[in-house]
């Protein structure tokens, strides 16, 4: 099924949009919850993701409009700064705001966004719509930022605005991803590479859970808490401005520091992550799937046991996956409590698979998941007026 952009905006504003553009969703394929923890990450861009058509009009307001939610919103250049109850408007204009504080004149525009991320899935919709946002009006109206600077404005964007004390890895993913590649990114010092990802007779198979969250009313900013404490106990005996900053070895020469079980467990996850990371980079660039595919399954555990983020619907997936003999390495990607799963799914077994997958998981959870395989995408790109919807 295809979507006209171009003809659904003339439809909603009765003119032509002068631009549409695209930013895709993320996953991350393995380093899940250390960004904010000052660790690496190996997100990919995916070929789901939002696009934005964009017009001026001469009303001195900023229209927003979705193809996805019934709902619209019009907020005046003058009160941009206010959120608008809990739309999924609140990002756009957020953006807006953080521009117009910058110093940058931007005056009434119409939007129309569209996007096939399933919503509180965990591949990012928010910084997907944030950068789509970001460089749709940096474009657009030549603002003149590096990508770098559109990133730090979305996470201030969705840590200030939202109110979401996340980290950096989504908006970042989503902007410089590359076709076929990962991202090994420093989320302390903002360095990265890029990793080829060489897939071979294999897919990235997307299980979405369809058990929705809410990230910002989750135990996602208790679990940063959690860790924020474990690494107070840690300064009592060594200086560390991130845990991520200790490899496994480091860390269990100090780890009696961290008196409470909890704490303990949240710590050791994080540190483990962290060098699991390294491990499948090199994993990545030595071609050896089977060993990343292991890597996979070794940080689910984790998050499952010690960080406890999965849950019974991410587990059914990734303990289904565990047993079919055609995926070598799954697990939950995103912040948890639902969201989504990936899976290295040999290609022609597309079908058996979400069949199977869907008995076994309709079985343990009561309702079907939804299979998608995703290709491993380009960044924020200007794009026809025409949208292959998948």
């Known amino acids: 099924m295809n979507i006209n952009l171009q003809e659904k905006f003339a439809a909603q504003y009765h003119k032509n949009a002068e631009a549409i553009y695209f930013t895709p969703g ?51 250049s003058n009160t941009v700064n206010d959120k608008n109850g809990t739309t999924w408007a609140n990002y756009p204009v957020g953006v807006i705001n ?7 004149e931007i005056n009434g525009l119409d939007f129309l ?32 930022y590096d990508k770098l600077a559109l990133v730090k404005i979305a996470k201030r964007v969705e840590n200030d605005f939202i109110g979401l004390n996340s980290g950096i890895m989504d908006q970042f993913a989503v902007t410089f991803g590359e076709e076929d590649k990962a991202i090994v990114l420093d989320c302390d010092t903002l360095k990265y590479k890029m990793v080829d990802v060489d897939l071979g007779n ?48 480091k860390f269990a020469l100090h780890s009696h ?17 962290n060098d699991r990371v390294h491990l499948a980079a090199k994993a990545l660039s030595g071609g050896d799937l089977t ?4 890597l996979m399954y070794a940080s689910h555990e984790s998050l499952r046991t010690l960080y406890e983020v999965s849950g019974k619907e991410l587990d059914a997936v990734v303990d289904f996956c565990s047993d079919y003999k055609h995926v070598i390495g799954a697990r939950m990607t995103g912040a948890g ?11 022609g077994y597309e079908e058996d698979f979400a069949k199977h997958l869907t008995d076994y998981y309709v079985d343990k959870i009561g309702y079907p998941a939804t299979i998608y395989v995703s290709n491993i995408s380009d960044g924020p790109h200007l794009v026809t007026d025409t949208i292959g919807q998948t």
């Not at 953080?98 to 940058?104: A, H, L, S, V």
């Not at 966004?113 to 474009?139: Q, V």
């Not at 409590?337 to 290609?347: D, H, N, P, V």
Request: aromatic share 8%.
């Open 291 to 294: 060993a990343f595919g292991r």
């Open 337 to 347: 409590f639902g969201g989504c799963a990936i899976a290295l799914l040999e290609k």
């Open 257 to 273: 520091l961290i008196n409470d079980e909890t704490l303990l467990n949240r710590a050791t996850h994080v540190v483990k992550e």
């Open 202 to 249: 294999y897919v990235v198979a997307i299980i979405n859970t369809n058990k929705p969250r809410e990230l910002a009313d989750s135990k996602y900013n208790e679990r940063v808490a959690e860790c924020q404490a474990a690494l107070k106990l840690l300064n009592e005996e060594i200086t560390l401005h991130y845990l991520c900053e200790l490899n496994a070895e």
């Open 98 to 104: 953080e521009f117009i504080k910058d110093g940058r």
């Open 26 to 76: 993320r996953v991350n394929l393995i380093g899940e919850h250390i960004d904010y923890n000052g660790g690496l990450v190996m997100p990919c861009a995916i070929s789901l993701g939002t696009w934005v058509a964009i017009a001026p009009n001469n009303e001195g307001k900023f229209r927003f409009k979705s193809l996805n939610f019934d709902l619209e919103a019009t907020v005046n």
């Open 113 to 144: 966004f569209y996007g096939n991320i399933p919503i509180g899935s965990g591949l990012s919709s928010s910084a997907s719509i944030e950068i789509a946002t970001a460089y749709a009006l940096n474009t657009y109206l030549n603002l003149g």
